[in-house]
């Protein structure tokens, strides 16, 4: 039973964070910690005000291209991982991919998200040509989210107008990190999301929930991390076992604990862009819809071809895409009907 002091310790702790005070580890810890379903809903409201307050009412849709499945690591929890022989691997054509940014171009969707796994087949100067012409020929913002790349590469993208980068850091515990992604190091990453920084992308991080062996604590530091990169962008979603990979078998992540990361991360963070993972709605269905009103801000629908989209297995369930189970205007019906206009424009980060 949770005792009166405690409760007013987590109401007046919600609403110092509420006012942006800041929170320390202990304090992320305790709020993530949260069983009490009134303190929880408590945490929740306040993390709808925040967003309403720093991002507004607005959901900005990002259009997905997923692009090639073939990866070249073998993190542990990840269906596209090399060893795994499963799966019918696909590349686009370059002219494909373009194509398809000229149909999300056509939609309500302000900025594109070209990713894949890491395949050598696409060079960067390669991915250049196919970010070139997608900015020659829509007004779409070009988003990245295909691993980490040299210093100089990561500038050519830049340059050739790529504006935003999806680098998501996993987890920040980094013995974790190395055990789950073998021969690559956290730090290797944390460098690599500084020189998108440094070279003006917005950026983006995230991490999973529910990872074997993973505390409360990792979470926290998660958090923290996210805080201190100044993330412009934040994707935070379950651990999801995939069959044909080492860690199938073990437990999916929790819905609810993902809900709180995304309710304490935007108590914490303000002003940023963050999505209601796929990986959420492959969990719970509802918990996707459930994750607009703890923070949520941003929508992004798979564009990916009917013919590949259900090989981009990073975890099983996935292939939910707007020529499947989900029209696009289901989507907008349903965000009109929680009075949340669809945003116009790039949607970029509102910075303070
Ligand atoms: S998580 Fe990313 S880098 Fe790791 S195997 Fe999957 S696609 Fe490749």
Known sequence: MTS?????????????AEEGLGLARPEIVHLLSLDDPAQVEALYQAADRVRRRCVGDEVHLRGVIEFSNHCRNNCTYCGLRRDNAKLARYRMEDDEIVECALGIAEGPCGTVVLQAGEDPAFTAERLCGIISAIRARTPLAVTLSVGRWPYEDLKAFRDAGASRYLLRHETANASLYES????????????CIRHLKRLGFETGMGCMVGLPGQTVEDLASDILLMQEMDADMIGIGPFIPHGDTPLAGHPPGDAEMVLKMLAVTRLV?????????????????????RAFSTG????????TPKKYAPDYQIYPGKAVSVH?????????????????????????????
């Open 4 to 16: 009166t002091s405690e409760a007013m310790d987590t109401g007046d702790l919600i609403a110092r």
């Open 180 to 191: 789950l992604c073998p021969g690559r190091r956290l730090s290797d990453r944390i460098e």
């Open 269 to 289: 963070t303000r002003d940023t862009n963050i999505p209601a993972t796929t990986a959420l709605g492959v969990l719970r269905a509802e918990a996707r819809k």
């Open 296 to 303: 949520a801000n941003v929508f992004m629908p798979v564009y």
């Open 324 to 352: 499947e189970d989900m029209p696009l205007q289901e989507v907008v019906d349903y965000f009109s009907s929680i009075g949340r206009p669809i945003g116009a424009g790039h949607g970029a980060r509102r910075k303070r």
